[in-house]
């Protein structure tokens, strides 16, 4: 069990939203420890917890929201604060999306390491899976194994000629996250552009903030970062979501076929079945109660 963590210091950045195609500025700033991870649309005067019973939507990104008042596009920004250990931090918002950026948290990992980082007194509590659990929905499975660790599996299946089905499986760690999971940026296909946008999505897409999807292969000049980076992405976002349960979860979960709206299903099953995990504190061990790992 480690330290809990904020920023030594406020760090500053802004960009356009790839949904809204408008430009926000973010203010990230430390908190005290227990704080948690906390946003405030500062335009609305208005504090969102990051908790899986602030999330309003999913389509096609996650979004929060408080009495009327919303953010989307959350996923990476928070997977980035999980992936490297932030655990209380403020996140200003002037407006209704997290920036896109490159399309993937590579930036976000650059200005949080320069804003540095703090442990704080007090330990970092997680959650331990103790007993298997699965979320079946449809062609969807989000499962959750006893591991002793973080451990991650992603499947995507897609019918395209130039790629169709990738898998990843991966012990989670901050230098796995920086280096392999990262700089993977979101994507999408051509043909669903004219769809997003007509939903009102989509709005701030480009070549400089995704990878886009063509009949032949993919558009952007600069090719791919990774052979199976799509499923890369996959994982950045799975981090993110599962980070709203408010604590890291120890266990190995298994993804196929899943996105914004499983991951998020899957959390509210795990919530309510409270004998498939356990929360592991300080006071925990402190009373020996500390169940022997799982492998």
Not at 132 to 151: K, Q
Not at 176 to 195: C, H, Q, S, W, Y
Request: hydrophobic content about 40%; overall charge neutral.
């Amino acid at each position: 069990m480690r330290l809990q963590r904020t920023i030594k210091k406020s760090a500053t950045f802004e960009g356009i939203g790839l949904h809204t195609g408008r430009v926000t500025k973010i203010t990230l700033k430390p908190a005290p420890r227990d704080a948690g991870i906390v946003f405030i649309r500062t335009d609305r005067r208005t504090i969102i917890k990051a908790h899986i019973g602030s999330v309003v939507d999913t389509a096609f990104a996650t979004t929060i929201g408080y009495n009327g008042t919303r953010i989307k596009t959350i996923e990476h920004l928070l997977s980035t604060l999980s992936g490297i250990g932030i655990d209380n931090i403020i996140i200003e918002v002037n407006g209704p999306e997290i920036p896109i950026l490159d399309g993937s948290s590579t930036e976000l990992v650059n200005v949080i390491l320069e804003a540095g980082i703090s442990k704080q007194d007090g330990k970092r509590s997680f959650i331990r899976i103790t007993k298997p659990i699965t979320l079946n929905d449809g062609h969807t499975e989000v499962s959750a194994i006893p591991y002793n660790g973080r451990r991650l599996t992603y499947s995507i299946h897609f019918k395209h000629h130039s790629f169709g089905t990738q898998n990843l499986s991966l012990d989670l760690d901050e230098e796995v996250f920086i280096k392999d999971i990262a700089p993977a940026r979101t994507f999408g296909f051509l043909k669903n552009v004219e769809m997003l946008r007509a939903n009102g999505l989509a709005k701030g897409g480009s070549f400089e903030n995704a990878i886009v999807i063509g009949d032949h292969g993919i558009l952007n000049e600069t090719g791919l970062r990774f052979d199976d980076e799509f499923v890369r992405h996959k994982i950045l976002d799975l981090i993110g979501d599962l980070s709203l349960i408010g604590y890291p979860i120890h266990g190995h979960i298994i993804a196929d076929r899943a996105g914004h709206s499983s991951h998020i299903r899957f959390l509210r099953k795990l919530l309510s079945s409270v004998d498939s995990w356990e929360l592991v504190s300080q006071e925990t061990e402190l009373s020996q109660c500390y169940a022997p790992a799982y492998n």
